[in-house]
C-alpha cells in the first residue's frame, strides 16, 4: 500500500505560481511511477504530467507543457508540481497518483493509488 497526502494548492491569480506536494508513504517510494492528474467541476479526470520511477523520464498534457513541472525527491519521498503561468482554465482539484509499473502513466485507469486531492482556483 502507498498512502499520498498533497499540499500546496490554494488561490491565486492569472499568472502567478504553485508549487504542489504530494507526500507519500507505505510502500517503497522509488517503486512507483508517479503522475498528477486534476478534475474541474462537471469534467473527467484529465491527466497533467507523468514522472518515471527513476526520475529520468517525465511528460506533460499539451495544456501544461512549458508552464508545469514534475519533479520528485526521494530523499523526501515526495513529488512536486511546479505550476507557473498559471490560468483560470487551471483551476480544479489536483491529485497525486502512483501505479505499481515503472514507466510513464497517461490514463487514470493505469494508477493504483491516489490522494485526497487539493484544490487550485485560478482568478482572472
Known amino acids: 500500500q502507498v498512502q499520498l497526502v498533497e499540499s500546496g494548492g490554494g488561490l491565486v491569480q492569472a499568472g502567478g505560481s504553485l508549487r504542489l506536494s504530494c507526500a507519500a508513504s507505505g510502500r517503497t517510494f522509488s517503486t512507483n511511477a508517479m503522475g498528477w492528474f486534476r478534475q474541474a467541476p462537471g469534467k473527467d479526470r484529465e491527466f497533467v504530467a507523468t514522472i518515471s520511477r527513476t526520475g529520468g523520464s517525465s511528460d506533460y498534457a499539451d495544456s501544461v507543457k512549458g508552464r508545469f513541472t514534475i519533479s520528485r525527491d526521494f530523499a523526501k519521498n515526495t513529488v512536486y508540481l511546479q505550476m507557473n503561468s498559471l490560468k483560470p482554465e487551471d483551476t480544479a482539484v489536483y491529485y497525486c497518483?502512483?501505479?505499481?509499473?515503472?514507466?510513464?502513466?497517461?490514463?487514470?485507469?493505469?494508477?493504483?493509488?491516489w490522494g485526497q486531492g487539493t484544490q487550485v482556483t485560478v482568478s482572472s
Open positions: 497518483a502512483a501505479r505499481a509499473g515503472y514507466g510513464l502513466g497517461y490514463g487514470p485507469s493505469e494508477y493504483d493509488y
